[in-house]
């Protein structure tokens, strides 16, 4: 019998634990291990009052209809010298300190010199130099007719490669996958070019967007922006990177169990999981976890985060739950960010904030003392079924993306990551009734989260349980398995997955050990504009802020 750690495995040992699963009746033992540390088990037992109907729709449950909290006009939040965001390359445009050609070159040139660093400084995956170029030309001679199509016209920005971008291959992080270049850009991604976006090229990503803690050995992947023997999270890891290291100030990320949210809490950055539709998934390429999956983006600022939102956001006529959204009024997001705090009712469950480390959760509780110093009420709040959302969350994605997968575990398993493959091996011998009845419990979850946002504008929780986890250079090479360190990044990041409801992240400041950790708020379906007012306060009060990392690229500099 092969014996299976509780914590972190890598070299010979993993192999030797993948290979049992495979091929051996120690799958089944394996599948007891996971279930038993990842809180499935727990989950089961939970009595028929805990269950729900079968989902029939995963249009987010609205507590309210209106949100009436007035605005105190307190405009964009002020910056300094860094980060420098969209706004900042807007001004310097305006001024003819730059164009965008000289800032594209600039930010090609920053990427490049990032990649050369020892270990793990890659945030480009593809580089389209020549469309960034000619779209770099086109914003410039519309600067100068004084014609800009909006707050991105010229600004650099990156995608991640789980989307289509014309011309580029749609891998998911796989090394299996033909380099087939996609024919077309996700909606997502012809919106932001249709408004003046200079895409540089794509960004890696953990493997079929499975892990949050940043590890692929199929890619060169980058390191967290603030020390490279930490791991930057995961699934979203180079776009997080990118904008931590100021190679570009907004970039797109994909979202299925706190993948734009950990990096960007991870590498000390601004993230935002709209609600469920908000942002079309139309050339999305990963069939898996199709029900829990959000495009959004990781920013140097609040301001950059609704910017790409307003943009993005709208029904396309191919996402059934795009089409079911509301429509943001004009510049909705952006006056949203001049709020303030006075009048707002945040929901705290004590009980949730005692499963983050200390030294995680004291920046955040800091931070929300000094919102309640700014006039919000902290309301108590119990939320029992939040308890069991990560498990609810594993069971979800788990096998949603397994049954995703038949043709790489027919075709291609020898391929794919240990990981990735112990991960599958696990889920094959998972209960016939385990999704369903996860989807049960998701229910019940659901509801009580509608109820409690009926009484409070936002809940607030701790945006993961721990700092960055540390990493070597094999681990990062051949792979390595971390179910503990898996489940404090995705501790309290399921909540938002699973009922769909808007979650967003800031840099509130640094653990024990000076890594970057956040507050995580999250709102009623469809109003990011409370979510955004709230970060964009703390923003404002100078209690969120991105730290310039030691590399970093100043593209105003040169």
Partial sequence: MVDIPAGRMSGRALRAVVSAARHTPARHVLSRVLRGQLGIDAARRLGAEARGDLPVSLVPLR????????????????????????????????????????????????AERLAARSPGGSVLLHVAAERAR??????????????????????????????????????????????????????????????????????????????????????????????????????????????????????????????????????????????????????????????????????????????????????????????????????????????????????????????????????AREALDALEREGATLVPIRMRMAHYAPAIGYLTIGLESYSAMLDARKEHMDELGLDVQLLLAGMETFRADDYLDAQR?????????????????????????????????????????????????CRFAFLGNLTGLPAGTAPIGFDGERMPVGLQIIGDAWDEAAVLSVLAHLERLGQARVAKPASFVDLLAG
Wanted: aromatic share 4%.
């Fill in 441 to 489: 419990l998701r229910t019940e979850l659901r509801r009580e989260a509608a109820a409690i946002l009926a009484d409070v504008d936002v809940l607030a929780l701790p945006t993961t349980a721990r700092g960055a986890p540390e990493v070597n250079d094999q681990e990062a090479r051949d792979g390595f398995v971390d179910p503990p360190a898996l489940d404090a990044m």
């Fill in 134 to 363: 000619a779209a770099a030309r086109d914003a410039a001679e519309r600067l100068r007719r004084g014609e800009p199509l909006g707050p991105l016209d010229g600004v650099p920005i990156a995608i991640k490669e789980e989307v289509n971008v014309e011309g580029i291959p749609t891998r998911v992080g796989t090394r299996w996958m033909p380099p087939v270049p996609a024919t077309a850009d996700c909606t997502a991604a012809a919106r932001l070019r249709a408004a003046g976006a200079v895409i540089l090229g794509t960004t890696p990503m953990t493997e079929y967007g499975l892990s949050p803690l940043g590890g692929n050995p199929n890619r060169d992947m980058p390191r967290n922006a603030h020390d490279p023997g930490r791991l930057p999270g995961g699934s979203s890891s180079g776009s997080g990177v990118a904008v931590a290291s100021g190679v570009v100030p907004v970039a797109l990320g994909a979202d299925g169990g706190g993948s734009v949210r950990v990096p960007a809490c991870l590498n000390g950055v601004f993230g935002l999981k709209p609600t469920y539709g908000r942002v079309p998934v139309t050339g999305e390429g990963l069939t898996g976890g199709s029900s829990v999956v959000h495009l959004g983006p990781l920013g140097a600022s609040t301001y950059d985060l609704a910017v790409f939102t307003q943009i993005t956001a709208g029904a396309d006529g191919h996402d059934a739950a795009a089409d079911a959204q509301p429509p943001f009024e004009r510049e909705e997001l952006i006056a949203a960010l001049g709020r303030g705090a006075r009048g707002l009712r945040i929901g705290v469950d004590e009980d949730e904030w005692a499963a983050a480390r200390a030294d995680a959760a004291l920046p």
């Fill in 63 to 110: 507590a309210r209809s209106v949100h009436t909290r007035s605005s105190a006009e307190l405009g964009i939040p002020g910056r300094g010298d860094w980060p420098r965001t969209s706004a900042t390359y807007a001004a310097a445009f305006r001024e003819e300190r730059i164009d965008p050609e000289q800032l594209m070159a600039r930010a090609l040139s920053g």
